[in-house]
Nanobody, 133 residues
């Protein structure tokens, strides 16, 4: 049974916006951390945004800081990623993820270290985002 379901991907021009949605089960929506990764062929999956349930803290990768914003709708158990001023280098498959391991031993969140894709316990199926110049 699908417990994380992404939607909202598509193809837009550079400078435009998209909003991705991740609809979660009640349990997964209250995971210690929940966020987004992205991946292009031939490259490692990278964490780009993560929400910490207990503190409400949000962390963003440098590549998306100031352009992407996380938000949550508790009534719908849905995590959103608002993506503004999109760039061609944002083209990727975007995955929603949830888990209990939110930081590495040095206190870095999912968006700050390359091995972070091993941390989530659950993954969505992915939604494609394509940005043309």
């Amino acid at each position: 049974q699908v417990q994380l379901e992404e939607s909202g991907g598509g193809s837009v021009q550079a400078g435009e916006s998209l909003r991705l949605s991740c609809a979660a089960s009640s349990f997964l929506y209250r995971s210690k951390c929940m966020g987004w990764f992205r991946q292009v062929p031939g490259k490692e999956r990278e964490g780009i945004a993560v929400s910490i349930f207990s503190s409400g803290s949000k962390f963003y990768a440098d590549s998306v800081e100031g352009r992407f914003t996380l938000s949550r709708d508790d009534a719908k158990n849905t995590l959103y990623l608002q993506m503004n001023n999109l760039k061609p280098e944002d083209t990727a498959m975007y995955y929603c993820a949830a888990g209990a391991k939110c930081f590495d031993g040095s206190g870095n969140s999912w968006v700050r270290f390359s091995t972070s894709p091993s941390y989530p316990d659950y993954w969505g199926q992915g939604t494609q985002v394509t940005i043309s110049s």
